[in-house]
């Protein structure tokens, strides 16, 4: 059985900072593609950050230059570093994983975690 588990989420000011990790745990043989979306309320799911096969990474327009993502392969982890937090950056955010395992292949979520920036 493979868990997603994120961490990290919580209540920060606008202009502050958060740093979200998210654990993939179990019988995992391989990971393709580890990342982050987002979801507010009345919003549909979007994409946030991506780490795809070839380390090719992806970014949502508006978080580009605030936002990095970063992966530790051997803890089969991945990072959401989070600057310059926004109002509107508040959203449940989701890990994402696209992996193999031992009785399944393909994608994976974690349970979310709340990130929310307010004064």
């Known amino acids: 059985q493979v868990q997603l588990v994120e961490f990290g989420g919580g209540l920060v000011q606008p202009g502050g900072s958060l740093r979200l990790s998210c654990v993939a745990s179990?019988?995992?043989?391989?990971?393709?593609?580890m990342g982050w979306y987002r979801q507010s309320p009345g919003k549909l799911r979007e994409l946030v950050a991506a780490?795809?096969?070839?380390?090719?990474?992806r970014y949502l327009d508006s978080v580009k230059g605030r936002f990095t993502i970063s992966r530790d392969n051997a803890k089969n982890t991945v990072y959401l570093q989070m600057n310059s937090l926004k109002p509107e950056d508040t959203a449940v955010y989701f890990c994402?994983?696209?992996?193999?395992?031992?009785?399944?292949?393909?994608?994976?979520w974690g349970q979310g975690t709340q990130v929310t920036v307010s004064s």
């Open positions: 179990g019988s995992i043989i391989s990971i393709r593609t």
């Open positions: 994402n994983a696209d992996l193999t395992s031992p009785s399944a292949v393909g994608i994976h």
């Open positions: 780490d795809t096969v070839g380390h090719n990474i």
